[in-house]
């Protein structure tokens, strides 16, 4: 038989996209903690965030996003208002895609839209919250100025006292200094909290992402960042 019609009549090979596939089910899964997962669904394969739909303004008044505000975070994420493919000759993981779907749904008692946005733009970066970490509040003066003997903390006059001074009474100026704390207390409490509300959203995602089973290559493990950024000063 010749080489010609051993390839008519022999058993066809096997296609690359079934022997892929058949490759693939064999490996190990790539075990991530849920801030990997996110910066390697987002950073590393560039998924979408497709978030849902603005609600119709007549029919709910006064009620979710404004359509100016969810088109601005789409184009910031790189995202598009209709479905479907979103890359031309790129492919993006599909695991990535669950994760990405995953963060869409972020429940209103979360953030809902805002938190979801906010995890995939951090995500996107490879960045923590800015917890502020050893961040202590100091007295110090609202102005400085500097002259020829260097800088001195800025003054202003708050009334006038009658002394007496070399034998005679004088008005004099009494002036006092406005001071504030740098940083504020409350900046250094709004950033422990951001912090808490995005650790509150990872700790659902991972579990999401574990209960749910929907992800093929990839294996969301235990791990979490911090839960009391104060711990980590």
């Known amino acids: 038989m010749s080489q010609f019609d051993r390839k008519l009549h022999g058993h066809p090979p096997a296609s690359p996209r079934k022997e892929w596939l058949q490759s693939r089910s064999g490996r ?26 603005p609600p119709d303004p007549e029919r709910d008044q006064g009620f979710g996003f404004g359509l100016e505000y969810v088109l601005m975070q789409r184009a910031a994420l790189g995202c598009k208002i209709d479905g479907g493919r979103y890359k031309l000759g790129d492919y993006t993981h599909e695991d990535a895609e669950v994760i990405a779907a995953t963060v869409a749904g972020m429940p209103d008692d979360l953030g809902g839209k805002r938190m979801a946005i906010r995890v995939a733009e951090l995500a996107r970066a490879g960045m923590t919250p800015d917890w502020m970490p050893g961040a202590v509040p100091r007295c110090v003066p609202v102005d400085m100025k500097r002259n020829r003997y260097g800088d001195r903390a800025v003054t202003v006059v708050v009334g006038n006292e009658r002394v007496w001074s070399r034998g005679k009474w004088r008005t004099v100026e009494v002036r006092t200094c406005p001071v504030t704390y740098q940083p504020h207390p409350k900046q250094i409490e709004a950033a422990r909290r951001g912090y808490c509300e995005w650790w509150k959203a990872l700790f659902w995602l991972k579990k999401g992402l574990q209960v749910g089973e929907m992800l093929r290559e990839v294996e969301v493990a235990e791990g979490m960042p911090k839960a009391n950024p104060g711990t980590l000063i």
């Open 28 to 53: 190990p899964k790539r075990v991530m903690t849920v801030q990997q997962a996110l910066e390697w669904a987002f950073r590393t394969e560039c998924a979408q965030l497709e978030l849902p739909e």
